[in-house]
């Protein structure tokens, strides 16, 4: 079991910023793919951005050049920056640990809500 503790959200104005934030425990933290995740009401939970232990990342095509991952493995956290804020982000947010990238992880964070209204 992989403890991960999530922050951040809250409600913004469009066009406003944000940064969550995930810890994870682990002494292999630094090695762990990391992903941040999203679902929305009435929809199906999407992939927003990953983050391997090399540091390479991927994100979905919504939120290209307005989101960046990046992670502390000092500080075993991973953060997403959020730029540009639209209401269509709005959604509840989860962060993934996959410690073996395998696409596949069952540790997901208890999520927080991001709410983007004037």
């Known amino acids: 079991q992989v403890q991960i503790v999530e922050s951040g959200g809250g409600l913004v104005q469009p066009g406003g910023s944000l940064r969550l934030s995930c810890s994870a425990a682990?002494?292999?933290?630094?090695?762990?793919?990391m992903g941040w995740y999203r679902q929305a009401p009435g929809k199906q939970r999407e992939s927003v951005a990953i983050i391997t232990g090399s540091g390479s990342t991927n994100y979905a095509d919504s939120v290209i050049g307005r989101f960046t991952i990046s992670r502390d493995n000092a500080k075993k956290t991973v953060y997403l920056q959020m730029n540009s804020l639209k209401p269509e982000d709005t959604a509840v947010y989860y962060c993934n640990v996959d410690p073996l990238g395998s696409g596949n992880s069952p540790y997901w964070g208890q999520g927080t809500q991001v709410t983007v209204s004037s």
């Open positions: 682990g002494s292999l933290f630094s090695t762990y793919t």
